[in-house]
C-alpha cells in the first residue's frame, strides 16, 4: 500500500513538473534597434532563437518566441510598456534593425471573461502612455450594459477579425491591438476561448529608409 502511495506521488510530481510555467524571460525590444541590442538587452535567448539578419545580405531576419514564458517590454522612453508573459511573438528585422513586433501577450487561450480583464488593462495602459485612435475605430467598451453584445461580436468574428483597435502614437508608431475567437467560436455555453493580439509597426507615415548610424549606441 505505501509503494503504491509513494508510486502515485511520484507520478503526481512528474505531471506538475511536466506542465509548469518555466520562470519568464524578458524580450526588451524597440522598432529600429539592432539585432544586438535586443540580443544584449534581454535575458530570453534571442541568438539562440533567431534567423540572425546579419545572415542576410539585405539585413531581413527574425526572433521567434514558441515557448513559455517571455514577458515583452516595449522600450520607448515615452510610449512604451510591459506585456503580460507569452507563449507567442515574432519580431521582424529588416536593414538589420527590428521593423515589427507581432505578439499574444498571454500563455493560453482564455475565456471571454478572463479576456475582457485582460483587455482593460491593457486598454489602460495603452491610453495612459498616449497611444490615440486611428482608422475610425474605437476603444473596447467595457461597460456592463455593452458586455453581452460585444461578446457575441467577437464570438462570431465579425468581418472576421473579431474586434480591433487601431492605434497611433505621435507620428512614431502604429498599432493593431484585437480580441479574438481562438477556439470553440460556435458554442454559446462557455467552450468558446480567446486570444488577444498585439501587432507593433512605424507609423505610415513614417519613411520606411533605416535610421542614421548615430542611433547605434543604443538608447539603454
Known sequence: MRKIYALGIALAICILWMFRTPPATLLLVGLDDTFEQV????????????????????????????????IIRFNDP?????????????IGYMHHRVD??????????????????EVARLQGIFREQGWQLENGTTWFD??????????????????????????????????????????GCDSDIGFDRYLIDISIGHDSSMSNQPVASSKEGGKR
Open 39 to 70: 540580443k544584449q538587452a534581454s535575458s530570453f535567448p534571442v541568438a539562440a532563437s533567431s534567423d540572425d539578419p546579419s545572415e542576410d545580405e539585405l539585413g531581413f531576419g527574425a526572433t521567434w518566441v514558441k515557448e513559455p514564458a517571455v
Open 78 to 90: 515615452q510610449f512604451g510598456f510591459t506585456l503580460p508573459p507569452t507563449t507567442f511573438a515574432a
Open 100 to 117: 515589427t513586433i507581432t505578439t499574444s501577450p498571454m500563455l493560453k487561450k482564455v475565456t471571454f471573461e478572463q479576456g475582457m480583464a
Open 142 to 183: 467595457l461597460s456592463p450594459g455593452c458586455r453581452a453584445a460585444l461578446h457575441s461580436t467577437i464570438r462570431l468574428g465579425s468581418y472576421g477579425y473579431g474586434k480591433w483597435v487601431s492605434l497611433r502614437a505621435a507620428g512614431k508608431y502604429s498599432m493593431i491591438f484585437r480580441m479574438r475567437c481562438a477556439s
